[in-house]
């Protein structure tokens, strides 16, 4: 027994069906696609760095020391908050990277940056590096804080690529300003 044959308007459906089919499994802009960012964790002195979905990582970062005195390459500008810091548990296959923040008594920031474990190898295989802060009142200073949240890789939002973005995102990076 022969099936029958479509022609003429029962065709036109099906291939109507077919295009809406493709439209909705991801040849439509931005359908499926999200943005979201993580909350930012709490800052300290040592912090468990956290992956942009909030799980901790088995990677440490401490601020060992700070002082505060003139960049040896810019000394006339001043005093300069000097610190040192390592991370625990990092490898060469990941480069986590957190936020250093000098804050003041209130854990307002003063001033950050994003640092990158492999910063953390100084002269002679030290597990120890260092960094410079400049912020515009040095004497507010009264520690250095790492926020936990890993700022090393930011893929693609839904904005920039729509088929390929989105997804969870670390928190904007701290900034002067912000409450720690």
């Known amino acids: ?104 008594e209130e854990r307002v920031a003063l001033g950050c940056r994003t640092i990158h474990s492999y910063q953390a190898f100084g002269p002679n295989g030290s597990p120890i590096g260092d960094e410079w802060l400049a912020v515009a009142d040095p004497e507010r200073v009264t520690g250095v804080l790492f926020v936990p949240n890993d700022q090393s890789y930011v893929g693609p939002t839904c904005e920039e690529d729509a088929k390929d973005g989105g997804g969870p995102r670390p928190p904007e990076p701290a900034r002067a300003g912000d409450r720690l």
């Open 1 to 104: 027994m022969k099936s029958p044959r479509r022609t003429g308007a029962g065709a036109g459906a099906g291939a109507a069906s077919a295009l809406v089919v493709l439209a909705l499994s991801g040849c439509s802009s931005h359908w499926g696609c999200a943005d979201t960012t993580a909350e930012r964790g709490e800052a300290g002195v040592r912090v468990r760095v956290e992956e942009v979905t909030g799980r901790p990582l088995d990677v440490f970062a401490e601020v060992v020391d700070w002082r505060l005195e003139p960049h040896p390459q810019v000394p006339a500008e001043g005093d300069q908050v000097h610190f040192r810091f390592r991370f625990d548990g990092a490898d060469d296959m990941s480069d986590p990277a957190v936020d250093a923040c000098a804050v003041d």
